[in-house]
């Protein structure tokens, strides 16, 4: 799976919001004005862009695939938003070694 094709798939998937989880807490995300919205449990907003999900996309890329779905393997990205991107990968890419 292509970046672009993971985006459209995902961006349509959450025309409606939809419940996930990181390693330690649930949240939920929603698209809305071209971009994702995630709601924490504690009512935290953040917001994700294609850029930045992008850029999460090509680090996944130049890992081994069985340490692509590792959030700690992004702390040193500095993207406050990784590990919610990192989850939305896990859901959305059925197989990590089919990423491209």
């Known amino acids: 799976m292509k970046f672009d094709e993971f985006w459209s798939i995902m961006t349509v998937d959450l025309g409606t919001q939809k419940q996930f989880a990181t390693q330690t807490k649930t949240f939920y995300a ?6 994702i919205i995630i709601t924490t449990s504690d009512d935290s907003l953040w917001t994700i862009d294609r850029s930045t999900a992008r850029q999460v996309w090509t680090k996944a ?7 692509r779905f590792i959030h ?4 040193h990205e500095n993207i ?8 939305l990968m896990k859901h959305f890419v059925a197989d990590e ?4």
């Open 61 to 67: 890329l130049s890992m081994h695939e069985k340490m």
């Open 30 to 35: 929603k698209y809305s004005g071209g971009r």
């Open 80 to 87: 406050r938003t990784s590990s919610y991107i990192i989850s």
């Open 97 to 100: 070694s089919k990423m491209e």
């Open 72 to 75: 700690t393997n992004y702390t």
